[in-house]
């Protein structure tokens, strides 16, 4: 069986081709990433482009991956990761929960107790947004320590989602990066240009003169705030402490990969 | 003279009732359909007892044993009270064996009928039976006991095994509403056992509330915290086949939502507890109340649940309802007193 995938592009004007899964009657009820379907395709010298090749991939899990509890259970952070009976708790007490409902500890660690990246993957732009506050470590009947198994939970999506973390968390890892360059050059953090930065990075640069922000930056100037970092400079011996952070951070860096495995 | 008491049942709420009395110097006779006493432990060899695995030897063993070396315990074996007549405040009973009749008069009896297993082979959806490696509680029972934990369908060790709680139990379908107590605890100390003795093969417990009652939480926790046993909420709708010669559990995670069908090398039932053909039998021989469950009515089930309906008939262990070893054995004391009590009241 000849199989011929090609581009629009060398289609040559063939007949519209439908959008993925348009034909589905109840498509609503489908996700995306269930339906497969090949854009252009030839068999044998048979187009049978869009619909004609369209598979609806069932959504029933079908294995458990015990491999993955094992690989979380030798880091650190993830080791109590046996222990969690599913009380919800730690969701319960969680202090992102109510703005990101998405956010469910809970169900993180379930996922993670049974290898179910599949589902883990449709988290991956709200699963590192814990706040590390501790409250839910603090509830859990259990002692998991839940705000630590979402650092767990981070190096799984470090080591299994590459590609998602490259696109999907582009702008945090960016302002990531600003605010790191400030403690590590500056020894302090500036609070006023993080924001900005910030805000410039996600593409609001019209709100950043809004009537808000603007009321808020003269605010800042008249009481001194803005140029408090430049008028306090650097901390005291500030090269040592900068050296033994980046040892720090580059220890922890190997930490991580290695934990991670990648 | 001293006082005559029936004890019908050797397992151990009726021995413990017969080891009792017979110290209280009176004359017990015990009577076993069996042809062994212990009951229902020693019939499917339980090994390791719940919550502290002590070997069932130490506690089944050692009442056989008491009630055996004779004293004022007279054993029936494969015998049944064929027949069972008031006469004033006593009774008259007929014990029918092999060897033949006997007709007695007793001062009162003691029912410890005890309870039988669930026949998963009545629910069709777990495919009992019908797959080699679909086993129950009571048959890992006995392989364990008999060191022969293997997979039924190759005589090779499982890798992945399930355990399904609430077989029989819970469950309108099979005229079952009430809970049987044990299985949780039974399931989750077979699955530490499992997992002690076979480190390699993972356990999953498929469950919809795992009743780890009183102090027997801890062996839950032990489970999971030392033994890596996973819980995985959502009852089994389906046992069908797999490939490469696996059963597939099929049902719905209710914590995620979502269907799975995930195959197994061995799915283990924990099967619950009925009252079984011998309670409504004895029920209207001895002429006692049935409860709507098919376990024998307590006269007052807080205040006497050693009591039956009918006055000088005292009922003790699983006859009464699904219950634990230790807590037959109480029983079995408590009927000892009372009985013995009715017996010298109307001396």
């Known amino acids: 069986m000849a199989l011929e995938k090609h581009d629009n592009k060398n ?85 992102v929960t109510p703005l990101y409902r998405r956010f469910n500890p809970r169900a993180f660690i379930y996922m993670m107790q049974l290898g179910n990246l599949k589902e883990l993957k449709k988290y991956i732009d709200v699963a590192w947004r814990c706040v590390g506050c501790y409250k839910c470590s603090q509830r859990c009947p259990k002692q998991v320590n839940p ?16 590609e998602e973390v490259k696109t999907k968390l582009k702008l945090d890892e960016e302002v990531k990066k600003i605010y790191e360059d400030m403690i590590i050059g500056h020894g302090r953090l500036d609070l006023a240009k993080l924001h900005t930065s910030a805000m410039q990075k996600s593409g609001k640069t019209k709100e950043l003169f809004g009537k808000i922000e603007r009321g808020a930056i003269l605010k800042m100037l008249k009481d001194g705030r803005a140029f408090s970092v430049l008028r306090l400079g650097k901390p005291h011996n500030w090269s040592s402490s900068k050296e033994a952070i980046e040892n720090y951070l580059h220890k922890l860096n190997t930490i991580e990969n290695s934990e991670a495995g990648v | 003279m001293s006082e005559n008491i029936l004890v019908i049942g050797g397992g151990p709420a009726g021995l413990n009732a017969a080891i009792m009395l017979s110290e209280l110097g009176v004359n017990v006779a015990l009577v076993e359909r069996d042809s062994f006493l212990g009951g229902n432990p020693k019939k499917f060899k339980y090994k390791f007892l719940f919550p502290d695995m002590q070997p069932a030897d130490n506690v089944i063993g050692e009442l056989i044993k008491k009630a055996e070396s004779g004293g004022n315990i007279k054993v029936y074996y494969s015998s049944e009270v064929s027949d069972f007549k008031e006469n004033g405040k006593k009774f008259d009973a007929v014990i029918k064996s092999a060897s033949g009749s006997e007709t007695k008069t007793f001062d009162s009896v003691i029912v410890a009928t005890g309870f039988e297993h669930f026949d998963p082979a009545r629910d069709a959806k777990y495919s009992y ?219």
């Open chain 2, 129 to 347: 039976q019908l797959f080699d490696d679909v086993i129950d509680i009571k048959d890992l029972e006995r392989m364990m006991g008999e060191n022969n934990f293997v997979r039924p369908s190759n005589g090779k060790p499982p890798k992945k095994v399930a355990f399904i709680l609430c077989v029989g139990s819970r469950d309108r379908h099979v005229g079952n509403q009430y809970c049987s107590r044990v299985c949780c605890t039974v399931s989750v100390k077979q699955a530490i056992e499992m997992r002690e003795h076979f480190p390699d093969c993972e356990a999953y417990i498929f469950y919809m509330d795992i009743r780890t009652y009183g102090f027997f939480e801890d062996l839950y926790w032990k489970a999971m915290e030392e033994h890596d046993v996973q819980i995985v909420k959502g009852r089994i709708a389906e046992i069908t086949s797999g490939p490469d010669n696996t059963v597939v559990c099929k049902g719905e995670d209710t914590l995620l939502r979502g269907p799975f069908e995930i195959p197994f090398d061995m799915v283990v039932l924990a099967s619950g507890m009925e009252g079984g053909p011998q309670s409504p039998e004895i029920s209207s021989k001895l002429g006692i109340e049935l409860d709507e469950h098919g376990f024998l009515k307590p006269e007052n089930v807080t205040l006497s649940p050693f009591k039956s309906n009918k006055p000088g008939v005292f009922l003790a262990g699983a006859c009464t309802g699904p219950k634990a070893i230790s807590d037959s054995i109480t029983e079995g004391a408590a009927a000892a007193m009372n009985a013995y009590t009715y017996a010298v009241k109307n001396r």
């Open chain 1, 11 to 95: 289609l040559g004007g063939g007949r519209p081709v439908a959008e993925k899964g348009e034909h589905i009657v109840a498509r609503h009820l489908i996700e995306d990433d269930n339906i497969k379907e090949e854009k252009n395709l030839v068999i044998d010298g048979v187009d049978v482009s869009g619909r004609w090749n369209t598979f609806i991939i069932s959504r029933v899990n079908s294995d458990f991956d015990r491999s993955f509890f094992e690989e979380i259970k030798k880091t650190v952070v993830g080791s109590r990761i046996n222990r969690c009976w599913q009380c919800g708790m730690c969701t319960a007490s969680c202090t």
């Open chain 1, 147 to 162: 705000a630590e198994m979402m650092e767990a939970l981070a190096l799984v999506i470090k080591k299994y989602f590459q």
